[in-house]
């Protein structure tokens, strides 16, 4: 009989996660080097801290602290507006350089992407470690940031790995050596898992990444949905997360949203922002030929506490005159005397293509397709001169009491869902 040889076993995938280091003061400091080393925090425009240092952090400092009791309590922690435009443009830069290093790169967040880097160790002689390596030293050279990298066969343990020492870490998660991690990594901790399943978990006695996965496949296939078993798997080395490295072009809802500082119980100013978080959600539907069937509208008060209000529209569109018509018409089923609100929102959801969205079979929609035609001229108009040639009057005072700095939805990786 003719002996075969054993086929050799599948290389062990390497995935590197890249993170920010309080990557938005991290920025602040790269512009400002004077910086380094003190307390700061940014969200000044917000009116609470939306990131800090790490040694406002050790102050005690946490993020979601409003921005008065800050003042009060840490007087030397320096207060800046948020500066979202160089963070876009920081972070853009932070993905060139590892793109140099690999091809198949998932953008995840604005501080953070993965990488594919297998198979680089032979063609660029190095080995996986002085990859990252080399690629932290390019961030910090060229750009100032300090971040943390994670090398792992799967995108779960990656992303222990990169969290495991912080900041400017750089750890190596193996088959071989992931027990050692999940065995200190609290189930909570874990990337997928959120507060309420961690809960269910630890009830039955589940404190550890290590006790999960440790956990038999059929326990977790009958007690759980179909992720944490994506989950359960990364954790044991298998990778079933891949790489999406496309851009995405198909969305099924654009949210925009607004938190100001000091709460207001005003009409007009939170109407007038509702009418601010319309215009740029119609104006980014319309940028990607898109309009949506239905929309949500939300009051946030200043406990954390929602009001909101959906309902499908009459036919679809991106025109904001047709949406903040029914905000209006609708704003006292949210809206509370007495209560102080922070922050404003919408989502246009049900999106579809534009040319999918035809006229009625008696025209009644012509008034939509009126407006949507002259806010696509206003687009290219403002394409060439500006943004904000023109805008609603609902928007002017809004527009008239906007805090520092640029707000943070303008960014469109935070504006886009799938």
Known sequence: MKAFATPPAPKEKVILHID???F???VEVAKNPKLKGLPVVTGEERGI????????????VVRGMSIFRLKKDFPKVIILPGDYKSYADYSQKMFDIVHRYAYEIEEYSIDECFADITGLDRTLKLSYQQVAEKIKKEVNDELGLSVSI???PTKVLAKVASNWVKPNGLTIITVATAQDFLAKKPIGKIWGIGPKTAEFLIKRGIFTALDFSNKPLAWVQQNLSKPYESIWLELNGVQVMNIDADLKTVYSSIQKTRTFHPATNDKAFLLSQFSKNIEDACKKARHYELVPKKISLFLKDQNMKYSTFSMRLPS?????????ALAHEHFNDMYKKGTQYRTTGVTLQDLMPDFESQDDLFGSNAKIKKFDSIHKQIDSLEDKIGKRVVYLGSTHKALKEKGKGTDADDLDRDLLFL
């Open 24 to 26: 938005f003061v991290g």
């Open 49 to 60: 801290v939306s990131a800090l240092s790490y040694e406002a952090k050790a102050l005690g």
């Open 20 to 22: 920010g280091d309080a």
């Open 316 to 324: 679809p569109s991106s025109s904001p005159e047709i949406i903040m």
């Open 150 to 152: 994670g090398l792992a």
